[in-house]
């Protein structure tokens, strides 16, 4: 049985859950952001490297909070720091005020990759503009810009 609740075709079919349309989204635009970041000199960074990326915050960070909102744990979040820490694209700190917590703060070299990949996020977003047109493109990042969840019915 699939994990995406899929059935066999058949005359009343429903349309494909919306979760699984904005996951598809999601790993095809950080497919496509990984594929051209190579072009750039970012062969090793992957899209779960992209992820905890864009989770990061222009100042510090603390691992603690990265890992809560991936939804994954600490030492997943550990693991891909470790990376980027090696490639110089984070450094850790300790935190002067929380002695157990760590800093992750981005390197020049980091701001570089998150400027290049904010680029070519930009182009991704052109290119599907001109595939679905503007209209669509526009109506689309209005929906996706709501505050889903907050005073709605969502959670009934």
């Known amino acids: 049985m699939s994990t995406k ?17 904005l996951e598809t989204a999601s790993r095809s635009v950080l497919r496509n952001l990984t ?8 062969a ?9 990326f864009g989770n990061l915050e222009c100042g510090g960070t603390h691992a603690a909070q990265i890992a809560q909102r991936m ?15 090696g490639w110089g694209f984070v450094r850790l ?3 002067p005020e929380r002695r157990n917590q760590k800093l992750v703060i981005m ?3 980091g701001m570089a990759l998150a400027l290049d990949a904010r680029r070519e ?36």
């Open 71 to 85: 939804q994954v744990s600490r030492q997943a979040v550990s693991k891909t720091l470790r990376e980027l820490q």
């Open 121 to 156: 996020l930009h182009a991704i977003e052109s290119a599907l503009a001109q595939e679905i047109g503007p209209d669509a493109m526009a109506a689309l990042r209005g929906a996706l810009e709501q505050r889903w969840g907050t005073g709605s019915n969502l959670a009934s």
């Open 93 to 95: 700190e300790d935190d």
């Open 35 to 42: 594929a051209r970041l190579r072009g750039f000199g970012y």
């Open 44 to 52: 090793m960074v992957t899209e779960p490297h992209l992820v905890l």
């Open 5 to 21: 609740f899929t059935t066999k075709p058949s005359v009343n079919a429903v349309p494909e859950p919306l979760t699984v349309l």
């Open 107 to 109: 390197t020049d070299r």
